[in-house]
């Protein structure tokens, strides 16, 4: 399956909504706490699911074998990325460089969006 970074980031934004302490997000038990994830496939919600735990932005607590997913939360890399590429300006940005350079990897979304944070940052600042 091909990644989809649109589904990457609302993976996040559920997780995020949906995890605290001791407090942990199931999927797909508790879908409908997640309207970020409702235009995707539950296919590829579990891929993108099980891609952002083995990039270290979610932290897993559970993968049985019907599918059923336990999110215990956002890893500090995961909260990192999220807080980058939260605002919808930056988050097109993100996607505009990554289509102009050819890629979508989770490592180039990555470094695009503190890419694009530092040169906020350096606008902002006069630099």
């Known amino acids: 399956m091909q990644l989809n970074p649109n589904c ?59 599918g059923n997913l336990g999110i215990n939360d956002l890893t500090p890399s995961g909260h990192e990325f999220l807080a980058n590429i939260r605002s919808d300006t930056v988050w097109n940005n993100v996607k505009a460089v990554s289509s102009k350079i050819g890629s979508t990897s989770l490592s180039a979304l990555t470094q695009i969006a503190s890419g694009t944070i530092t040169a906020l940052i350096k606008y902002q600042l006069g630099i």
């Open 8 to 66: 990457v980031r609302d993976v996040l934004i559920a997780t995020e909504a949906n995890t605290g302490y001791k407090i942990y997000f199931e999927y797909p038990q508790e879908l409908d706490k997640a309207p970020s994830l409702a235009n995707y496939s539950d296919e590829e919600i579990h891929y993108h699911i099980l891609q952002c735990a083995k990039a270290n932005l979610i932290e897993l607590n559970y993968h049985d074998l019907d």
